[in-house]
T-cell receptor, first 116, second 117 residues
Framework: AQKVTQAQTEISVVEKEDVTLDCVYE???????LFWYKQPPSGELVFLIR??????QNEISGRYSWNFQKSTSSFNFTITASQVVDSAVYFC?????????????FGQGTILTVHP | EAGVAQSPRYKIIEKRQSVAFWCNPI?????LYWYQQILGQGPKLLIQ????????DSQLPKDRFSAERLKGVDSTLKIQPAKLEDSAVYLC???????????????FGEGSRLTVL
């Protein structure tokens, strides 16, 4: 069975602090994809990143960075020097190739609040 | 480029009534999804269309939910009769027809928030 766990329900930080959002996943498949989506108050989910299971290279995009470790089944997301505009709900998700390739399994989400 | 359009944004109905939600995906996106997001939870896939055919509807409560995408473009999700537990945000998403069924980026609409009283 596929499962995504985001143990942190809510995180509150002050602007300019670094913050890491944890994501742990479970799957029996050897080929899969991991995603992070951001859900601002307007409601739509915004794609941030996709990683496939064969690529454990960490990635940095501006203030965002992602750490993928297959050994611990984790795909953590760090925001450096957080800003108020980063306040949102962040979801980690698991997806696959094949006939149900759009069937993402989402975690419960982490509510991030960045205070000025 | 226009995003995924959904309507209505909000709907309040009494239990046992019916409701319909509409979605217009991004132009050129062959794949369309309906996800259900209950408050405090992550979205859950209800149904996936590839053009006008159903790819996956394994989590759609077919006794009360139905969805169609007749011309392979816009889609309608219907609930009849609604139950209290159907209160949720219904998110529509679309994606390009990626090769070999690889999971690519999903583009989501703002959702339709349903409250069942």
């Amino acid at each position: 069975a596929q499962k995504v766990t985001q143990a942190q329900t809510e995180i509150s930080v002050v602007e300019k602090e670094d913050v890491t959002l944890d994501c742990v996943y479970e799957t029996r498949d050897t080929t899969y994809y991991l995603f992070w989506y951001k859900q601002p108050p307007s409601g739509e989910l915004v794609f941030l990143i996709r990683r496939n299971s064969f690529d454990e290279q960490n990635e940095i995009s501006g203030r965002y960075s992602w750490n993928f470790q297959k050994s611990t089944s984790s795909f953590n997301f760090t925001i450096t020097a957080s800003q108020v505009v980063d306040s949102a709900v962040y979801f980690c998700a698991l997806g696959y190739r094949g006939t149900s390739y759009g069937k993402l399994t989402f975690g419960q989400g982490t509510i991030l609040t960045v205070h000025p | 480029e226009a995003g995924v359009a959904q309507s209505p944004r909000y709907k309040i109905i009494e239990k046992r009534q019916s409701v319909a939600f509409w979605c217009n995906p991004i132009s050129g996106h062959a794949t369309l999804y309906w996800y259900q997001q209950i408050l405090g939870q992550g979205p859950k896939l209800l149904i996936q269309f590839q053009n006008n055919g159903v790819v996956d509807d394994s989590q759609l409560p077919k006794d009360r939910f139905s969805a169609e995408r007749l011309k392979g473009v816009d889609s309608t999700l219907k609930i009849q009769p609604a139950k209290l537990e159907d209160s949720a945000v219904y998110l529509c998403a679309s994606s390009l027809d990626v090769a070999y069924g690889e999971t690519g980026e999903l583009f989501f609409g703002e959702g339709s928030r349903l409250t069942v009283l």
